[in-house]
């Protein structure tokens, strides 16, 4: 049986893509601070900062699994 939460397909991928999610966050939040830095927006409202953490998830998400693709898997694919 066990928890059926933790067997989807999202969290499986989420999963898959840890690591890559893990090494590239940093950088994706320094970066979308200095893009609304420089377009005047600041993180002191709510809406803001709800908007920016869910720009910093969706981006280090889609960087993490085009890292995983072009570098990782194929890494893998060499040990083996």
């Known amino acids: 049986k066990g928890v059926t939460f933790f067997k989807g397909k999202l969290i499986t991928r989420i999963g898959k893509y840890s ?37 910093v998830y969706i981006s280090s998400c889609y960087i993490a699994s085009w890292i995983w693709r072009s570098i990782e898997q194929p890494a893998m694919k060499l040990g083996k």
Do not use: D, K, Q, R
């Open 19 to 55: 690591y890559s999610i893990f090494l590239i966050h940093p950088l994706v939040i320094t970066l979308i601070l200095l893009v609304f830095s420089l377009a005047g927006i600041s993180p002191n409202h709510l809406a803001s900062v709800l908007f920016m953490y869910a720009l």
